[in-house]
């Protein structure tokens, strides 16, 4: 089966200021949301106790247990939710208690004793300092990756596509934390796993083209950037789009399959696949050209580099020769 | 003319191949044999805790066991002091005869770890900084073998208790399963088992129910509760005549003549001297037997006590008691823990996961072998061989290194899947590209690797980056992930990249002859 045709290239370029007016729209729309709704915290990082109760052979009398929960001093601000089934609920709430005699799973199995028939089956009970901890730890991760990512590239490819692709990072982190907030996502850990894979994701697709612009820079009958740009990207898209749908395929029954427990480190995943997909066409390649890098200085530099090289070989293969 | 030929990349993938399924069979099957993939508590079910040390309170412990030795010494020698007084930061003393100075010094200098501060008689003791870490330190080492240690003896299946940072300890507890268990687990972990023995200020005991605890510190004392009645309250001496520290053995016995569980304890052979020599010159006095800051009893002393046994009497359940003679004897925490996070697992929510998540992955897992067949044809297939190659050597990894298996690490696994399969498309596009110029088949294989291994590398290694910041930052779960995430990556790199091209180099001779359609999905032009 083959989807495109190997030989067309097509002017991605050309349409790069309608593309950009549709990431500006959604950067910006995010960092509003972002400071307007913001995010969701859930209890790994804000702190407090989670319990999940799941009832046999019926649904959860939600409205009794609300009832029970607003008559206690210390539960009434507890936000109880419906979770995956109407059999199943989460009771969550912001308080926790130091003392390890506290044991909120016992004390919600005795409030809802006459309710019907359930399990408990789980209790999540975070204390402040390490929810704060735990956040401050998952935004070093993000940008400890950031940073040794930008002297990866820096070292590898050139500064201006280090810059590119960080740029491209942040604007993917950006937007998915944007739609985190616009579906009200909780932001746990899981959470935290899946925006780092987006940003791995999104960076491999960035990689292999700028890995293919590099090539091209050297081969392509182009002499402007975007040109070779478009060429390059025209080359890697069947593999883009290919990659693409395998790794949507598998989050996407992760979502359909998965569970409740992973739902929404699966709906991160889809939405960042696509968005990092986009972004590494339509914003990391042309940022290079705002960097003002430049084919022709490329080419000379790469020139040079291979002249270094001969020399050193040249110097070398008549050192050795001396010595024969 | 090619010929089929065995490279050392086959022999590396077929190694591999036969690696990946000795090591991860034992993970699915039933037997008992070899090494597993251990399920985290998410899955499993259990109770995941993490604990803090109190480490300032091992400090004031460690200045008040020095005061408490201080006190023996300068009883012994016959040394007048006027007043000798612990706080949190040190030992203040004042000699009442300028006599006493020189042997006082002597005392003094033999403790280790402390700063001596003098003002005329008035001497000021303090732990010097190295110390205070050391105690610190020695608090939480303490405590992960204190808590090791009880868990043992409470006869849960594989407990793990682990140091985490400075001053953190995580336990795990598999297979608990109901809150009443739960709740022993806890009590017991968090007992901090502190057995003193105190001399009760006979003085002013009288009126110890009316005084608050400044007043009680104005003379010294400490005020504590009776244990069976909270209100009544007993004034003893603040420096404790021993403490836990000197227990040998603890064990619940019976009282002959109410028949209620007690416990009788032993002490080392400096407790007994201690002991001894206290109840010898304190005859007709009262003794306070501290536990955890509560009075359980206070026997009058009738005689001196050698030997070095005590009991605790106290009115326990046989349960209560059975747990704090193992809190006992696997010793005090030195320093009292905090519970800072708390997760619990029902058997039937792991299991459910589990389920679910099997479901996902060979669901997932069908649909992109399916895909890459489609696409590539059998260029597909020897990816998709390497991709199966790929999974088992997974498992086989994660099981030789104990690695946990989360519930995250199973989206891991899946996405490991998606994105393997990422070398073999990069490979095989730049294989058809080279076939759409029309150059020869062995040709295009050779060169297509070629050109495809720095867009590889470079993707890949930025991935195990992201990984790594994963692992060094994240916790629990988040770790797995990056776990599975790194193994996957860097397996994938055996599989797809020398793997897949040790087969084609093996079958190039077919490749040669058959269609180019069937093996890369792609029409060439003849002629």
Redesign the interface.
């Known amino acids: 089966?083959?989807?495109f045709d190997?030989?067309k290239i097509y002017n991605f370029m050309g349409i790069r200021w309608v593309m950009f007016a549709i990431s500006a729209t959604l950067f910006f729309g995010s960092i509003a949301l972002l400071f307007t709704k913001g995010l969701n915290y859930g209890i790994d990082f804000a702190g407090g106790t989670l319990i999940?109760v799941?009832y046999h052979d019926k649904d959860a009398p939600i409205d009794l247990i609300r009832d029970k929960f607003a008559s206690n001093e210390i539960l009434k601000n507890a936000s109880i939710t419906e979770f995956g089934s109407a059999s199943e609920i989460t009771i969550r709430y912001t308080t926790t208690s130091?003392?390890?005699?506290n044991?909120p799973?016992?004390f919600v199995?005795d409030m809802l004793k006459d309710s019907g028939e359930f399990?408990?089956?789980?209790?999540?009970?975070?204390?402040p300092?390490?929810g704060s901890e735990?956040r401050e730890?998952?935004i070093?991760?993000?940008i400890?990756?950031l940073v040794?990512?930008l002297i990866?590239?820096g070292v590898?490819f050139e500064w201006r596509f280090a810059l590119a692709a960080i740029f491209s990072e942040i604007h993917d982190v950006v937007i998915v934390l944007g739609a985190i907030s616009l579906l009200s996502i909780d932001v746990n850990?899981?959470t935290?796993?899946a925006i780092?894979?987006v940003?791995?994701?999104s960076?491999?697709d960035t990689?292999?083209i700028f890995?293919?612009i590099r090539?091209r820079v050297k081969e392509s009958k182009f002499i402007e950037l975007f040109g070779v740009i478009n060429e390059s990207v025209s080359?890697?898209l069947?593999?883009t789009l290919?990659?693409s749908?395998?790794?949507?395929?598998?989050?996407i029954?992760?979502f359909?399959?998965?569970?409740d427990?992973?739902h929404g480190?699966?709906i991160i995943?889809i939405i960042g696949i696509l968005i990092g997909t986009i972004s590494s066409v339509f914003i990391a390649a042309p940022m290079l050209s705002w960097f003002r890098f430049s084919v022709e200085e490329y080419r000379a530099l790469m020139v040079a580099k291979e002249l270094r090289k001969k020399e050193k070989e040249k110097i070398r293969a008549m050192y050795e020769k001396g010595r024969l | 003319m090619m010929r089929s030929r065995i490279t050392y990349r086959l022999i590396v993938f077929i190694l591999a191949f036969a690696f990946g399924i000795l090591f991860s069979m034992p993970s699915f099957t039933d037997s008992q044999n070899g090494k597993k993939v251990s399920l985290g508590l998410d899955l499993q079910g259990g109770l995941y805790m993490l604990l803090s040390v109190q480490t300032e309170s091992a400090i004031i412990s460690k200045i008040k066991t020095i005061a408490s030795a201080i006190k023996y010494d300068t009883d012994k020698n016959d040394i007048l002091v006027d007043r000798l007084k612990a706080d949190e930061n040190g030992i203040n003393i004042s000699l009442l005869d300028g006599d006493d100075a020189k042997r006082l010094d002597e005392i003094l200098t033999k403790i280790s770890g402390v700063e001596v501060q003098k003002d005329g008689l008035n001497y000021r003791v303090l732990l010097t900084p190295q110390e205070k870490i050391d105690t610190s330190k020695y608090a939480v080492d303490q405590a992960v073998e204190t808590i090791r240690n009880r868990l043992d003896q409470f006869g849960l299946a594989e407990p793990t208790v682990i140091k985490q940072g400075e001053d953190k300890i995580l336990v795990e507890l598999p297979g608990i399963k109901s809150a009443a268990d739960e709740q022993r687990a806890m009590d017991l972990i968090a007992k901090s088992a502190h057995l003193q023995l105190m001399a009760v200020d006979e003085k002013r005991q009288d009126i110890a129910q009316t005084m608050n605890e400044d007043e009680a510190a104005a003379y010294g004392d400490l005020l504590l509760s009776d244990a069976k009645n909270p209100r009544y309250k007993y004034l003893v001496n603040e420096i404790p005549i021993l403490d836990g520290s000197m227990l040998v053995d603890a064990r619940v016995a019976f009282d002959n003549q109410t028949n209620m569980p007690i416990i009788n304890f032993t002490l080392n052979a400096q407790g007994a001297a201690k002991f001894g020599d206290f109840t010898g010159a304190n005859v007709g006095k009262r003794l306070a037997i501290v536990l955890d800051n509560r009075v359980y009893s206070a026997p009058s002393i009738n005689e001196r006590i050698g030997g070095g046994s005590g009991q605790i009497s106290g009115g326990f359940s046989i349960e209560e008691a059975r747990d704090i003679a193992i809190a006992l004897r696997s010793g005090a925490l030195i320093a009292p823990v905090n519970l800072e996070e708390k997760r619990s697992i029902g058997p039937s929510l792991g299991q459910q996961s589990i389920d679910q998540s099997m479901v996902a992955l060979s669901l997932g897992a069908v649909l992109v072998l399916l895909f890459m067949v489609l696409v590539y044809g059998l260029a597909g297939v020897l990816a998709n061989i390497a991709l199966v190659v790929n999974i088992l050597l997974l498992i086989a990894v994660m099981a030789l290194f104990g690695a946990t298996l989360t519930l995250p690490g199973m989206a891991g696994i899946l996405l490991t899947i998606g994105m393997a399969v990422d070398a073999n498309v990069i490979i095989n596009e730049r294989i058809r590209e080279l076939l759409k110029e029309g150059h020869n088949i062995h040709t295009c294989i050779q060169k297509g690797y070629q050109n495809a291994m720095s867009a590889i590398v470079d993707s890949n290694l930025t991935t195990l980056i992201t990984s790594a910041a994963l692992y060094a930052y994240g916790t629990g779960p988040v770790k797995g992930f990056a776990v599975t995430m790194s193994i996957g990556i860097i397996a994938s790199m055996l599989t797809a990249i020398l793997g897949t091209h040790g087969m084609f180099e093996f079958l190039s001779r077919k490749i040669e002859r058959g269609s180019s359609v069937l093996w890369f999905g792609y029409r060439i032009k003849r002629g």
């Not at chain 1, 399990?119 to 204390?127: L, M």
């Not at chain 1, 359909?256 to 569970?259: Q, V």
């Open positions: 089966m083959q989807i190997k030989g999940q799941k130091d003392s390890l005699g044991n799973g016992a199995a399990e408990i089956r789980r209790v999540d009970v975070v204390g300092k390490i735990l730890k998952g070093m991760a993000v400890v990756s040794l990512i990866y590239i590898r850990l899981d935290l796993a780092l894979t940003l791995g994701y960076l491999n990689i292999i890995d293919r090539e080359l890697t069947s593999r290919m990659t749908v395998t790794t949507l395929l598998a989050v029954t992760l359909f399959y998965g569970g427990m992973i480190f699966s995943m």
